[in-house]
């Protein structure tokens, strides 16, 4: 009650390890890109206003959700999957799981899916009442330096090790060209490249993305694309050899400390999945609302009505 625990629906909901898992396999059966979805949308929640299914919440006439905020929109997804999961909780145990945990469960899953560490969750975060469009917005973004990036982390309680870890979440999923697509022609106004990006990944993505003019840019790229479904340590070999997709994937050089562990991670993938688990768990304790904090909503995407 006053703090989560491994075993907070032992006699409540035993089933809902089996629920997510089921759900999360038959998902990933149609969508390979679900695990990926999920875990970024885990990220995206306990951001914002800490791990408290904000994200989840729809727009309504009196309520401002997170999903129309710049970093979700046309982005954040899998949201289907989450509500499915709730919907078949509800009817094997009233009002008892928060759908903050179905995401935390679902992100950890995601990973095992795509042959990642496994790791025991902590659980029994309650449901917030609000959600915050001005904090999504602040979200950390492509473009921002890495000491951005780090302050952000900071602000939530994660170091520089938390940044480093959790980045190499960037190993499996997709990414739109819209993210990164002036790295490609017109970095910095210069009208070439970005010169810290590989040449051969340039023409790669110019491909993909089409010509600078067109605008083709919801066009997709694997943001691993050496192993792109697969939850390994390729991503660090990627950022190490200037195949960092994104500007802060390429950023993370910039900081000594996190450099540092980049190359480690590329060499020796036992210690990037220990430490990513440590972070994972730090993640999902942000800001967590607990015993007669928040509610257990009933539907994922809107606050329960009382
Ligand atoms: C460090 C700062 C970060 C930035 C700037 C960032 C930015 C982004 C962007 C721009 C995308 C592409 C979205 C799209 O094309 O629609 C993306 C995808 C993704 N991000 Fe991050 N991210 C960061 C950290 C993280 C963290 C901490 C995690 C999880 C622990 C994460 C997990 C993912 C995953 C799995 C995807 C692929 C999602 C999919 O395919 O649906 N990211 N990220």
Redesign the pocket.
Known sequence: MCDLSYDFYDETCPSIFDVVRTEMLSARANDL?IP??L??L??HDCFVLGCDGSVLLDDTINFTGEKNAVPNKN?A?GFGVIDKIKYVLENKCPSTVSCADILALAARDAVVLSYGPRWRVLLGRRDGRRASFAEANDL???L?SIEN?TYKFRLKGLDTND?AA??G??T?????CR?FKERLYNFNNTGKPDPTLDPILVKELQIICGCPNYTFDSNLSP?DRGTPILFDNNYYTNVDTKRGI?S?DHALLNDDTISSLVNKYSQNQDLFFNDFVVS?EK?GRIGVLLGQQGEIRTNCSRINYY
């Open positions: 890109r990926a979805s875990l970024r885990h990220f982005s997804r950390p973004s492509p921002d990036i940044v959790l980045s979440a960037h499996i999923g997709l990414v739109q993210f943001l994104l802060s994972m993640m």
